[in-house]
């Protein structure tokens, strides 16, 4: 069983920063691609930056390039998610997800765990 708790959300003026945190239990975990989703009221989910269970490949949506930044720490099972220069337009729920493919991908069907997800609200 694999759960995936996170933390780190909360309320910032745009422009500013967030960290968010994914703790995901399970003895596996190294061997899990994890990702970060987000889903805005009325809109799709959408992907927003994923790793894979190396560390050795990591991808970001083309929105969040040179401002967010995704690492692991497979000693601590977490998955950090630093969000700078945030946008009103990020304000959403923030979900992370387990693959035990491995590879990471942006498509959610690859992401079989998912976390209960955290909210991002960013002011104008």
């Known amino acids: 069983q694999v759960q995936l708790v996170e933390s780190g959300g909360g309320w910032v003026q745009a422009g500013g920063s967030l960290r968010l945190s994914c703790a995901v239990s399970?003895?596996?975990?190294?061997?899990?691609?994890i990702a970060w989703f987000r889903q805005a009221p009325g809109k799709e989910r959408e992907f927003v930056a994923a790793?894979?269970?190396?560390?050795?490949?990591?991808y970001y949506a083309d929105s969040v390039k040179g401002r967010f930044t995704i690492s692991r720490d497979n000693a601590k099972n977490t998955v950090p998610l630093q969000m700078n220069s945030l946008k009103p337009e990020e304000t959403a729920v923030y979900y992370c997800?387990?693959?035990?493919?491995?590879?990471?991908?942006?498509?959610?069907?690859?992401?079989?765990?998912w976390g209960q997800g955290t909210q991002v609200t960013v002011s104008s």
């Open positions: 399970g003895r596996t975990f190294s061997m899990y691609a």
């Open positions: 790793i894979s269970w190396s560390g050795r490949r990591i």
């Open positions: 997800a387990a693959d035990p493919g491995g590879s990471g991908t942006s498509s959610d069907a690859n992401y079989d765990y």
